[in-house]
Antibody
């Protein structure tokens, strides 16, 4: 059974750094694209970026380029989303999602449970 | 970036009725269109991919159609568990983009 297990909720102050994680299991972690989706409070879904853990090929949505870093450690089947300096506007639920087709950017059958990030002074 | 526009924003229906949700792409996405359902406090759930293929475990009352720029999700007879927000998403071009969502309410 494919599972994506995300790290727990975080509370940070503006200007602080943060790295959240998404551990994949039940499938070959290196052969599927996996990415991050933001959902701000009461709002819709936005793809932030995706990574192919097999070779670390990473694509960023231009709206998020330079604001976050996406990485993966294939030795522990875990993808990461990182901020160097958080803003209050980063307050949101963040989902990781795995694409469905081996080696291709496609639809997302499998989703993590979400990590709530709250940034407040 | 391909802009996905969903209509209506809110759809008020009664249990047992048919619901028709629309999704329009700003340029052709071929059949590379998925639909997701999201309930409060839950992650999105895949309903439809390749515009019209039901995902595993999705009831037959959910159906998708369309290609190019115009797509439709139909729920043939709404059940109580179907009241939720529905999103379309194109995966033809990066960045992948979602529509703004349609809330199906009682």
């Amino acid at each position: 059974e494919v599972q994506l297990e995300q790290s727990g909720a975080e509370v940070r102050k503006p200007g602080e750094s943060l790295k959240i994680s998404c551990k994949g299991s039940g499938y070959s972690f290196t052969t599927y694209w996996i990415g991050w989706v933001r959902q701000m409070p009461g709002k819709g879904l936005e793809w932030m970026g995706i990574i192919y853990p097999g070779d670390s090929d990473t694509r960023y949505n231009p709206s998020f380029q330079g604001q976050v870093t996406i990485s993966a450690d294939k030795s522990i089947s875990t993808a990461y989303l990182q901020w160097i300096s958080l803003k209050a506007s980063d307050t949101a639920m963040y989902y990781c999602a795995r694409h469905a087709v081996i080696g291709s950017i496609s639809w997302s059958q499998h989703w993590g449970q979400g990590t709530l990030v709250t940034v407040s002074s | 970036e391909i802009v996905m526009t969903q209509s209506p924003a809110t759809l008020s229906v009664s249990p047992g009725e048919r619901a028709t949700l629309s999704c329009r792409a700003s340029q052709s996405v071929s059949s590379k269109l998925a639909w997701y359902q999201q309930k409060p406090g839950q992650a999105p759930r895949l309903l439809i991919y390749v515009a019209s293929t039901r995902a595993t475990g999705i009831p037959a009352r959910f159906s998708g159609s369309g290609s190019g720029t115009e797509f439709t999700l139909t729920i043939s007879s709404l059940q109580s568990e179907d009241f939720a927000v529905y999103y379309c998403q194109q995966y033809n071009n990066w960045p992948l983009t979602f529509g703004g969502g349609t809330k199906v309410e009682i």
